[in-house]
């Protein structure tokens, strides 16, 4: 007689434990991070206006705006994450393998990015001159030369955006579409809405490639090593960004 491998029933380890409710619904997972931004935009728009009334300079009630936007997403991303079960809460914002080497690759995924963003920047002025102009007239736009607005600009696009940004598209939106599609899909569509929730998406097209790239780039790091790498990648590009702003 032959000899079988079979595990008695008794013998088998237990089925992993279920996770308790499926907590918030699709739709509300899908339309609460985009609702978020546009509260933001909104809320700092009123500030920008009302200080800009009370007689403070353009440049000041920018710099003011921009963080009260910042503070705005990570509040609402963090009242949206509060809603879902705890199960849920710590795997949206969980890591994965050694802290620091999820740190290091999320640098060089940063840096990857800025590389990324120098040929796509490069293609698009060799296709149209317009670019370079646009470019020229942005940085104009947003040049803040006091120390102070410098300082709230810094804070405002390495720490709030970053935090703020990764919570609401990759922990909650993301989260949310792969429920209801494979992940290379909802990767792009929650890399399009980060792109759309950008003001400057909309005003210069090679910009709006960009988003669209990292944030499907960041979409599929945040899968493999989690909220701290898809953050630390966030935040090495909009450090150069920062730069970029300080020193033109």
Known sequence: MGTT?????????????????PGPGFWWRVLGPPLAV???????????????????SEDAALAIGQTIA?????????????TLPSTFRR?????????????GIGVGIGLAALIAAGIIFSIAMALDPAVEDQ??????????????????????????????????????????????????VAAIVSGAVFAAAHVDAWQIWPRAVFLLAIGIGFAF????????????????????????VIAG
């Open 5 to 21: 491998d079979a595990v008695h029933p008794s013998e088998r380890p237990p089925p992993p434990p279920r996770l308790p409710g």
């Open 38 to 56: 546009i509260g933001s935009f909104v809320v700092a728009g009123v500030a920008v206006i009302s200080l800009d009334g009370a007689g403070l």
């Open 70 to 82: 910042g503070l705005c997403l990570v509040a609402l991303g963090v009242m949206l994450l509060l």
């Open 91 to 103: 795997l949206a914002v969980a890591g994965k393998g050694r802290t620091p080497t999820s740190i």
């Open 135 to 184: 470019l020229e007239d942005l940085g104009n736009d947003i040049g803040f030369s006091v120390p102070w607005q410098q300082g709230l600009l810094v804070f405002a696009l390495v720490i709030l955006a970053p935090f703020g940004e990764e919570l609401l598209f990759r922990a909650l939106l993301l989260r949310g579409l792969v429920r209801k599609m494979p992940f290379w």
């Open 221 to 244: 790091l945040y899968r493999w090593r989690g909220y701290g790498a898809s953050v630390t990648a966030h935040m090495t590009v909009n450090t150069a960004a920062a730069i970029g």
